[in-house]
């Protein structure tokens, strides 16, 4: 029995019109859109994740720019912080023989043992895992607005963290992280040679997980989240566990959220607190809502197209206020997404000047 | 005894729910309970199926005591349930409804569905049968692949118990399968009740319509704010001096 196969269409589609971007940015001479196409492809990964956990579970976060950043920075200090004044201890030598430390010379020709990226990365991703666990338990237990106001919480501490702790570089971030080797030729970074190579990078690991989460929709699992979704105590009757699965998927969307946290500091070279901030939870949140909800297509057209106008700078210095902006019309007209029929009859009513019944 | 209840007691506040309520019921039975609104009857069947915890008291099921179990793991030990306010996934099929039932029969997780394993293909099909049968069962094939909230009121209630006994339960808990319902209707929620029976499942309802209970149940219990008055065969139910007190009684605070 085949399945699936219609799902995955729109994903080779993609691919093709990827590989045409590229080719097309190339003979226009516009290929330095390349840079910021890639960074909103990486925040894109964040945005399915979100998509799945807000869309799909039907549970709200607003702090999970909170989680990029902790892959984001984790991986940043572990490959920067100098670890050559430790490294005659000897868990330091087991861990230099396994290859876990690379050896390089930062700007000013100091001698830098840190640790190899890829470990890092990894390890990052772990520590996310933990503290999206750890945080799940107590914060899924709150629905609807107590939920949001909970995961603002953890969104506001994160970013008061990392803005107080001189060893995450403070008001100025961290600078100079490394390039993150992934297997033989392929590596993230930010140099100008490679930027086609990352444009792939980027793009590979947003369709692959973009396939994995189309591929849990229509399973076992994304019927039962829907189920949750839709009428939580009758999916518990059912014997869906329903905390379980809002904890996993609060783990899994906060996953993607430090996978691309990680790769776009390596890409960037860097990363700063802005990163962390409340208004880039609330951003994510407006993007899942624009694009629909359940819908991890409209998230991911939307998550493209406003990070990368955003990064074009075409908000000015109404960035912010465009995503609040969204948030609002989407609240007042389409609190399930407006990618529905509902959305623009309502719009239309209320051009025609016709009275609004909620309900 | 598939259900033993003893000395139940479930309070919101100032309103004591359910109040040391203890009875049993014996396997392949249909044991109705019965008393006016709000005497405790979907409270009780609530903290049965672990919807809502006992402030104490014991629920037993067969020999094992499932008391402040949570609800997904007393459905996978065989008891399902319905709601009184219909509670249907929104958005979802027939089909898929019922596929909810039929969770605790497959292993797919997170990782596996993610990675689209070749088992779960299988497990799912499997699943898909599995649904298909019941909803057979219920007369319901025919709707399949309709909107579960695009179906007659009627048959939403049906949908309720094909969700139900896709569960595989051993005890049901069916919680006024006919409110609303024309006479028509009624009878042959009466007819499904008795199929249900025949296949061997217990039966413990919650019913409005007296002469649905008097025709189907083998034994009746009667809960006035949140105390069992009466538990006993639905002939003497009907003799019992309180239980027509408290039945006369409301009608004629309704009159
Ligand atoms: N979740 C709840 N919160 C507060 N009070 C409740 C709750 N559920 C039931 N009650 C109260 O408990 C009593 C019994 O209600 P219920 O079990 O629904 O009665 P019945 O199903 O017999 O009509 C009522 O007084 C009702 O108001
Ligand atoms: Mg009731």
């Known amino acids: ?359 | 005894m598939i259900l033993q209840v003893e000395d139940l007691n479930r309070s919101f506040g100032g309103v004591q729910a359910v109040k040391d309520v203890s009875f049993t019921v014996r396997e392949g039975m249909i044991k109705a309970v019965i008393g006016p609104n709000g005497a405790g009857k979907t409270t009780l069947f609530n903290l049965i199926s672990g919807t809502l915890r006992p402030d104490s008291g014991k629920v037993m099921l067969e020999d094992r005591e499932i008391t402040g179990l949570p609800p997904h793991r007393i459905a996978g030990m065989g008891i399902a349930r319905t709601f009184q306010h219909i509670r249907l996934f929104p958005g979802m099929t027939v089909l898929e409804n019922v596929m909810i039932g039929c969770h605790i029969h497959g292993k797919a997780g997170f990782l596996a569905g993610m990675l689209n394993l070749p088992w779960t293909w299988k497990e799912e099909r499997r699943l898909m049968e599995r649904a298909c049968e019941v909803l057979g069962f219920l007369s319901l094939d025919d709707y399949m692949y309709n909107d579960a909230l695009s179906l007659p009121y009627g048959q939403q209630r049906i949908l309720e118990i094909a969700r139900a006994l896709a569960v595989g339960p051993r005890l049901l808990l069916l919680d006024e399968p006919a409110a609303g319902l024309n006479m028509r209707e009624t009878v042959q929620m009466a007819e499904i009740i008795r199929k249900i029976k025949e296949q061997g499942i217990t039966v413990l309802l919650v019913e409005h319509d007296m002469s649905l209970v008097m025709n189907i149940s083998d034994e009746v219990l009667v809960l006035s704010y949140g105390e069992k008055i009466a538990d006993d065969l639905p002939l003497r139910v009907q003799k019992d001096p309180e239980v027509i007190r408290v039945y006369l009684g409301e009608e004629d605070a309704q009159d």
């Open chain 1, 1 to 359: 029995m085949r399945r699936n196969v219609a799902g995955y269409l729109p994903v080779g589609l993609l691919a093709i019109l990827v590989f045409i971007l590229q080719v097309v940015l190339k003979t226009s001479g516009k290929e330095y859109f390349l840079t910021q196409i890639t960074m909103s492809v990486y925040y894109s990964i964040l945005i399915v994740g979100l998509c799945i956990l807000m869309g799909y579970a039907g549970q709200i976060s607003l702090g999970h720019a909170g989680f990029f950043a902790m892959g984001g920075y984790i991986t940043a200090v572990l490959t920067t912080f100098n670890l050559l004044p430790y490294a005659d201890l000897p868990v330091m030598k087991i861990m230099d023989m396994l290859g876990m430390f690379s050896r390089w010379q930062d700007l000013y020709g100091t001698d830098i043992m840190s640790v190899r990226p890829i470990y890092a990365g990894i390890f990052a991703v772990l520590f996310t895992i933990v503290a999206a666990y750890l945080i799940g338990i107590p914060v899924l237990k709150l629905k609807g607005h107590y939920l949001a106001m909970a995961t603002l919480g953890f969104g506001i501490i994160i970013y008061r963290v990392v803005l107080g702790t001189p060893l995450f570089g403070e008001a100025d971030g961290i600078s100079d992280v490394p390039p993150f080797g992934i297997i033989g030729p392929l590596r993230v970074s930010g140099d100008m040679s490679e930027r086609v190579m990352n444009y792939y990078i980027a793009w590979g690991l947003l369709l692959i997980g973009v396939l994995f989460l189309i591929n849990l929709v229509n399973s076992r699992v994304g019927r039962a989240l829907r189920a949750i979704h839709g009428a939580e105590d009758a999916a518990n009757a059912m014997g869906v566990d329903t905390s379980g699965y809002k904890l996993r998927t609060f783990i899994l969307s906060a996953v993607y959220a430090a996978v691309a946290g990680v790769f776009l500091t390596h890409y960037n070279g860097g990363i700063g607190p802005s990163e962390a901030s409340v208004m880039k939870s609330v951003r994510y949140v407006a993007i899942v809502a624009i694009g629909g909800m359940a819908n991890i297509w409209g998230a991911l057209v939307m998550g493209l197209g406003l990070n990368f106008l955003s990064l074009r700078g075409y908000f000015g210095s109404y960035d912010d206020a465009v995503f609040g902006g969204i948030l609002i019309v989407i609240m007042l007209f389409a609190p399930e997404g407006p990618l529905r029929r509902e959305f623009f009859s309502r719009i239309m009513g209320l051009v025609r000047g016709e009275k609004e019944a909620r309900g």
